[in-house]
């Protein structure tokens, strides 16, 4: 980021302000741009030029010029960092572009076939991978407007995440202010993962001990816990740190897109071009934007990633790294192999899971061996019987195993487990403990098989189990231990997403005869909960305004919050977006249902199941008169006109006189739909400025209608005098 003759003037610049007693108020941004540098070469560089002592004074000499001078502070001043409030919560806010998941690979065999996709996707021979290491951290998402830092939050859900930007400030390899705009982009969002060292993780561990405290578990949750701590002078002294490595969304000024001969045109009549850089693009690649990451200031895996060509030479690198990741500084669990060129990216395209022109390549999970002690049987709220091994606690890969699910009767048979054996365990994934093996070569005669229960642990109704599964279920709906669980589903984040009724407060709340069934939720006795030890005014008014804030949920989220077998978030949304209300799906055939969009057969047994059942009808009529949400909003408001009556509308690129959700909802208004991708089906493509491949794919079609977003406007009749997209 810097030359060598700047490095050179700022530490002379260095120099003459230590040397001064006090320094000059006019001389204040110069002061900013000596702590600036000396910030990236501590933080991002790990190659001080300047002692902790001489920073501190400096830094505070900045402190008293600006308490003094207040109009003086800017906004990436390095005083900024420090947050001196306490933040009472996190609000939500939505990503500019969604954050997927990334595809798991664990063997050549999973690359060699990613390899091949993506071979056929983009018709090529050979492809140009660019590998990096997979930081085992928190994803983070910033935004940069006009070069400055002005929001930072979690990934969340993926689509919405929490707004951290106090917290991320703390973090000394995050710019405040970073020189987007000799590039030519006035709004950036940027991806890349908080992690705190190993050095780091093991100080803040062994403070913690001399204090009489628990240690935290291990340095990626230590990050995670981190960026949502209320104080962020306590984020301070984690020490953590980030590597930023994806641009997902910016917004370029057209004229940084000139040809070489304007460049030369307007260099020979005068004209200022702001730097070397403005010539290239790097983002034209995927390293060249880990490149610009880095000449901005970021500690981006520059140094880490290596550009390779084809996917042999991937296999050779990733199992060279993985050899070597203990000695790295920091902790990582795989390493993530994208297409290099962002043009053959957006050829590729995405699931809604994972795009595809990325995969992970997960490293060998962590391995121990500890003793199996005994055998617990829990039961899960939709009545299945599951094992769970209780160890002798071991660290593995960094966590501490005391617990192991064993799934069901078979998984036990299968891995001849029996109370009392050695067994050997991993992370997968270096994630999910599993039990590998037992060890019956160590067994001493004193070992005790493990004898799956026939009745249910907790009601002692007899358990059930069909031929096409290998779960034993208990089918009694009025079982306590199905009630609970299916309450805490209910309230859970992904599903009504109840804030301050968390699985604690379900099961003391059920204990205590205040909590039954789901409807409960909504008449709960809170003259009760108020004696309870912990519960304030303040807790009971926010779990109070939570509940009655579900109440207004789409139906995809109720749906999805009862719990019906197979039926996940994607299909919750599936099938809610089919009706108007949810009481359709009592009188739906599993035929009817297998016509909506994935919806395959045991998916619509299930459903079917669920509402041919009398008892769940029941509890839907109540969570009716209770006031939630049954109807699917956007299919049951009424039309305005049926201008648009069954086309079907897909947009791409960027709208500068509607948002997208705008333009969509004209669209359903007047009658129309929106397609979920370029088909046959598809009647109208509206398109905004730098559409991606939806445009290509769609000139190919010739019954397709490609119109501009003014020709959209006109077409709906709305008035076209709007204002542009802030």
Same mark, same amino acid.
């Given at each position: 980021?810097?030359?060598a003759?700047q490095?050179? %003037?700022?530490?002379?610049?260095? !120099?003459?302000?230590?040397? %001064?007693?006090?320094?000059?108020?006019?001389?204040?941004?110069?002061?900013?741009?000596?702590?600036?540098?000396h910030?990236?070469?501590y933080?991002?560089?790990n190659?001080?030029?300047?002692?902790?002592?001489?920073?501190?004074?400096?830094?505070?000499q900045?402190?008293?010029?600006?308490?003094?001078?207040?109009?003086?502070?800017?906004?990436?001043?390095?005083?900024?960092?420090?947050?001196?409030?306490?933040?009472?919560s996190?609000?939500?806010?939505?990503?500019?572009?969604?954050?997927?998941?990334?595809?798991?690979?664990?063997?050549?065999d999973?690359?060699?076939?990613?390899?091949?996709?993506?071979?056929? +996707? $983009?018709?090529?021979?050979?492809?140009?991978?660019?590998?990096?290491?997979?930081?085992d951290?928190?994803?983070?998402?910033l935004?940069? @407007?006009?070069?400055?830092?002005?929001?930072?939050?979690?990934?969340?859900?993926?689509?919405?995440?929490?707004?951290?930007?106090?917290?991320?400030?703390?973090?000394?390899?995050?710019?405040?202010?970073?020189?987007?705009?000799?590039?030519?982009?006035?709004?950036?969002?940027?991806?890349?993962?908080?992690?705190?060292?190993?050095?780091?993780?093991?100080?803040?561990?062994?403070?913690? &001990?001399e204090?009489?405290l628990?240690?935290?578990?291990?340095?990626?949750?230590?990050a995670?816990?981190?960026?949502?701590i209320?104080?962020p002078?306590?984020?301070?002294?984690?020490?953590?740190?980030?590597?930023?490595?994806?641009?997902?969304?910016?917004?370029?000024?057209d004229?940084?897109?000139?040809?070489?001969?304007?460049?030369?045109?307007?260099?020979?009549?005068?004209?200022?071009?702001?730097? %070397?850089?403005?010539?290239?693009?790097?983002?034209?690649? %995927?390293?060249?934007?880990?490149?610009?990451?880095?000449?901005?200031?970021?500690?981006?895996?520059q140094?880490? !990633?290596?550009?390779?060509?084809?996917?042999?030479?991937?296999?050779?690198?990733?199992?060279?790294?993985?050899?070597?990741?203990?000695?790295?500084?920091?902790?990582?669990?795989?390493?993530?192999?994208k297409?290099?060129? =962002?043009?053959?990216?957006?050829?590729?395209?995405?699931?809604?899971? *994972?795009?595809?022109w990325?995969?992970?390549?997960?490293?060998k999970?962590?391995?121990?061996?500890?003793?199996?002690?005994?055998?617990?049987?829990?039961?899960?709220? $939709?009545?299945?019987?599951?094992?769970?091994?209780k160890?002798?606690?071991?660290?593995?890969?960094?966590?501490?195993?005391?617990?192991?699910?064993? *799934?069901n009767?078979?998984?036990?048979?299968?891995?001849?487990?029996?109370?009392?054996?050695?067994?050997?365990?991993?992370r997968?994934?270096?994630?999910?403990?599993?039990?590998?093996?037992?060890?019956?070569? +160590?067994?001493?005669?004193?070992?005790?098989h493990?004898h799956?229960?026939?009745?249910?642990?907790?009601?002692?109704?007899?358990?059930?189990?069909?031929?096409?599964?290998?779960?034993?279920?208990?089918i009694?709906?009025?079982?306590?231990?199905?009630v609970?669980?299916?309450?805490?589903?209910?309230?859970?984040?992904?599903?009504?997403?109840?804030?301050?009724f968390?699985?604690?407060?379900?099961?003391?709340?059920?204990?205590?005869?205040?909590?039954?069934?789901v409807?409960?939720?909504?008449t +709960?006795d809170?003259? &009760?909960?108020?004696?309870?030890?912990?519960?304030?005014?303040?807790?009971?008014?926010?779990l109070?305004?939570?509940?009655e804030?579900?109440?207004?949920?789409?139906?995809?989220?109720?749906?999805?919050?009862?719990?019906?077998?197979?039926?996940?978030?994607?299909?919750?949304?599936?099938?809610?977006?089919?009706?108007?209300?949810?009481?359709?799906?009592?009188?739906?055939?599993?035929?009817?249902?297998?016509?909506?969009?994935?919806?395959?057969?045991?998916?619509?047994?299930?459903?079917?199941?669920?509402?041919?059942?009398?008892?769940?009808?029941?509890? +839907? *009529?109540?969570?009716?008169?209770l006031?939630?949400?049954?109807?699917?909003?956007?299919?049951?408001?009424?039309?305005?006109?049926? $201008?648009? *009556?069954?086309?079907?509308?897909?947009?791409?690129?960027?709208?500068?006189?509607? !948002?997208?959700?705008?333009?969509?909802?004209?669209?359903?208004?007047?009658?129309?739909?929106?397609?979920?991708?370029?088909s046959?089906k598809?009647?109208?493509?509206?398109?905004?400025e730098?559409a991606g491949s939806k445009l290509?794919?769609?000139?190919?079609?010739?019954?397709?209608?490609?119109i501009s977003?003014?020709?959209?406007?006109?077409?709906?009749? @709305?008035?076209?005098?709007?204002?542009? =997209?802030?």
């Open positions: 980021m810097y030359s003759e490095t050179k %003037h700022l530490q002379q610049q260095t !120099k003459a302000f230590i040397a %001064h007693a006090q320094i000059d108020k006019n001389d204040v941004e110069a002061l900013r741009n000596v702590l600036r540098f910030e990236y070469r933080y991002v560089l190659d001080p030029l300047l002692a902790d002592p001489e920073y501190d004074q400096l830094f505070k900045l402190e008293k010029i600006e308490e003094g001078n207040p109009e003086l502070i800017t906004g990436d001043s390095p005083t900024q960092r420090v947050g001196s409030s306490l933040n009472q996190f609000p939500t806010v939505q990503h500019l572009v969604p954050m997927l998941s990334l595809d798991n690979s664990y063997d050549a999973d690359l060699l076939d990613f390899d091949r996709k993506a071979r056929e +996707l $983009t018709r090529l021979d050979v492809i140009e991978y660019c590998i990096e290491p997979k930081f951290g928190a994803s983070i998402s935004i940069y @407007e006009d070069d400055m830092l002005v929001r930072g939050a979690t990934r969340g859900d993926g689509v919405e995440g929490e707004d951290v930007t106090t917290n991320i400030k703390r973090i000394r390899s995050i710019p405040l202010s970073a020189p987007f705009s000799q590039y030519g982009i006035q709004q950036i969002e940027i991806r890349g993962e908080v992690l705190m060292t190993k050095a780091a993780f093991k100080k803040y561990n062994d403070a913690l &001990a204090q009489g628990p240690p935290l578990a291990n340095p990626r949750n230590a995670s816990g981190s960026l949502r209320k104080d002078k306590i984020v301070g002294k984690r020490n953590l740190e980030a590597f930023l490595y994806n641009v997902s969304y910016y917004i370029r000024d004229r940084w897109q000139m040809t070489d001969d304007r460049k030369k045109e307007e260099k020979a009549s005068g004209a200022s071009v702001n730097s %070397h850089l403005s010539s290239v693009n790097p983002l034209s690649t %995927h390293s060249g934007t880990l490149q610009m990451l880095w000449e901005c200031g970021f500690r981006s895996p140094k880490e !990633k290596i550009v390779v060509q084809g996917i042999n030479e991937v296999i050779k690198h990733v199992h060279d790294f993985e050899e070597m990741r203990d000695t790295l500084p920091y902790e990582i669990d795989g390493m993530v192999i297409v290099n060129e =962002i043009a053959l990216q957006d050829k590729m395209g995405m699931t809604t899971h *994972h795009p595809r990325a995969i992970a390549f997960k490293f999970a962590r391995q121990a061996t500890t003793k199996l002690r005994a055998v617990e049987f829990n039961v899960g709220r $939709t009545g299945a019987v599951t094992p769970v091994a160890l002798d606690p071991v660290a593995v890969g960094g966590v501490t195993v005391g617990s192991i699910s064993m *799934h009767e078979e998984y036990i048979k299968e891995k001849d487990l029996m109370i009392g054996d050695s067994v050997l365990i991993e997968a994934g270096d994630v999910i403990p599993q039990i590998v093996k037992s060890l019956p070569e +160590l067994r001493t005669g004193d070992e005790k493990i799956f229960p026939r009745h249910c642990p907790v009601c002692k109704s007899e358990l059930y189990k069909t031929e096409d599964e290998a779960v034993w279920r208990c009694n709906i009025e079982c306590p231990a199905q609970v669980e299916r309450i805490i589903h209910f309230v859970s984040k992904d599903a009504m997403d109840i804030k301050s968390g699985e604690a407060n379900v099961r003391k709340f059920y204990e205590l005869g205040l909590l039954k069934d409807p409960g939720i909504y +709960l809170f003259d &009760a909960i108020s004696k309870l030890e912990g519960f304030g005014k303040k807790s009971i008014d926010n109070q305004s939570a509940i804030a579900s109440k207004q949920q789409p139906l995809y989220r109720l749906i999805y919050a009862l719990g019906i077998r197979y039926v996940g978030e994607t299909t919750a949304k599936t099938v809610a977006n089919a009706i108007h209300d949810v009481f359709e799906l009592e009188n739906m055939s599993d035929v009817q249902l297998q016509q909506m969009e994935d919806v395959g057969v045991k998916v619509a047994q299930s459903i079917f199941a669920f509402f041919q059942n009398k008892e769940n009808i029941k509890i +839907l *009529h109540k969570l009716k008169e006031g939630l949400q049954m109807y699917n909003i956007k299919r049951s408001a009424p039309t305005e006109s049926n $201008t648009l *009556h069954e086309q079907t509308f897909l947009f791409t690129g960027t709208m500068l006189k509607l !948002k997208r959700s705008e333009a969509e909802e004209m669209v359903e208004k007047h009658g129309g739909k929106i397609a979920s991708g370029v046959s598809l009647n109208y493509l509206v398109v905004g730098d290509e794919k769609a000139k190919k079609i010739n019954t397709i209608k490609i977003e003014d020709e959209f406007i006109k077409l709906i009749g @709305e008035e076209a005098s709007l204002a542009p =997209i802030p």
